[in-house]
């Protein structure tokens, strides 16, 4: 069974940095495009939920919504089977509840949701 858990999230300053994990287990997870969503406070469906960044299976290629371009980065880490977000320079506005999901051949896996608060 494919399950996602999500870790690293907390309180930060704004300006501030934090590295989410998005660890896997039950399948490798280079072999699955992965993204990062958010959910902002607020809002309880998925489908409220932001894209905020991808990376693919072919090539780990990278893409990122505009409000977080040149402040996120998402990579692999293959020998832990997990992919990182690394969040910089961050703002009040990115406060909310980070959450991953795999995606292959019409199946997906979503983990649980981690905290990302903003604040001084």
């Known amino acids: 069974q494919v399950q996602l858990v999500e870790s690293g999230g907390g309180l930060v300053e704004p300006g501030g940095s934090v590295r989410l994990s998005c660890a896997a287990s039950g399948t490798t997870l280079r072999l699955w495009d992965v993204e990062w969503y958010r959910q902002p406070p607020g809002t309880r469906y998925v489908?409220?939920?932001?894209?905020?960044?991808?990376?693919?299976?072919?090539?780990?290629?990278?893409h990122y919504t505009d409000t977080v371009q040149g402040r996120f980065t998402i990579f692999r880490d293959n020998t832990e089977n997990s992919v990182h977000l690394q969040m910089s320079s961050l703002k009040p506005e990115d406060t909310a509840v980070y959450y991953c999901?795999?995606?292959?051949?019409?199946?997906?896996?979503w983990g649980q949701g981690t905290q990302v608060t903003v604040s001084s």
């Open positions: 999901r795999a995606d292959r051949n019409s199946n997906d896996f």
């Open positions: 489908d409220q939920r932001e894209l905020v960044a991808a990376i693919t299976a072919l090539h780990s290629e990278t």
